[in-house]
């Protein structure tokens, strides 16, 4: 297991006002300080694995974000996959982009239960909804461009400034990389922004849309159940993926 490339909190270099935490002291303080509140239990989640397939089920990292704090958890160590664990169970929401990637994945590894699922929001649903069709793209890289401004994917640059594919690049950099480790952050703290925006885009769309609905207020809960709706869909394919 190699060393963390930064231990305490630091302001991430690539988004201004964003905190990084990592380090095993140093998350169970965050822990303390963001969680104790049941407001706070709401966390947008993101892994990155030693690649796709088998080497998507060897987990490197796992991040837990708001829009403006995350901490990056190492799960191969076992006091940081405790306090892990137990952030996943007591969270109240579980926001990915992509979760058919994720959740699997961190329930395979022990560190999220089948039951959590009913916790699970994606994103990629609502960007769906909001933008039907292939294009325009729905990565996190494309998303966070078109609604946040973020202009670039950290990791992918990175690889690309080694001279790595992403497939290389994500089976050889680790944690005690920073800029792997930063872009592991910015991928959380974009889901976790994204979130909000992509939510009311898909609801706003249903609602001004739909040509049976009456008055304004009636499209707007016809669209935010329908909205909802798909997401319910979503976390019951994910049981029966989780339960394979």
């Known amino acids: ?21 990592a380090g095993r002291a140093h998350l169970a303080g965050w822990a303390n300080r963001h969680c104790g509140i049941r407001e706070n239990r709401r966390f947008a989640c993101d892994i990155e694995t030693f690649g796709v397939g088998t080497d998507g089920l060897r ?42 990637f994720d959740v699997p994945s961190l329930v395979y590894n022990g560190l ?18 909001a933008e039907p069709g292939d294009l ?28 790595y594919s992403k497939q ?29 925006v992509l939510r009311l885009a898909a609801h706003d769309r249903l609602s001004t849309g739909h040509p049976f609905s009456g008055l304004q207020p009636q499209r707007t809960g016809w669209a935010v159940q329908e909205v909802e709706k798909h997401q319910m869909f979503n976390q019951i394919n994910l049981r029966r993926q989780v339960k394979g």
């Open 1 to 21: 297991m190699p060393e963390t490339a930064i231990i305490g909190t630091y302001e991430h270099p690539g988004i201004p006002g964003a905190m990084v935490t």
């Open 59 to 100: 987990i490197k990292c796992v991040v837990l974000a708001t829009s403006d704090v995350v901490a990056v958890f190492d799960p191969r160590d076992p006091f940081q996959h405790q306090l892990l664990t137990n952030l996943l169970r007591d969270a109240e929401a579980l926001i990915f982009h992509t979760s058919t």
């Open 112 to 129: 999220m239960h089948a039951t959590d699922v009913n916790k699970v929001t994606d994103i990629v649903i609502y960007a769906r909804m």
């Open 136 to 163: 325009p793209p729905k990565t996190l890289e494309a998303l966070s461009h078109r609604h946040l401004g973020l202009t670039s994917d950290p990791i992918t640059n990175t690889f690309k400034v080694l001279g």
């Open 168 to 196: 290389v690049g994500f089976h050889k950099l680790d944690l005690d990389s920073p800029s792997y480790l930063f872009g592991a952050a910015a991928d959380g703290i974009a889901t976790a922004r994204l979130e909000p």
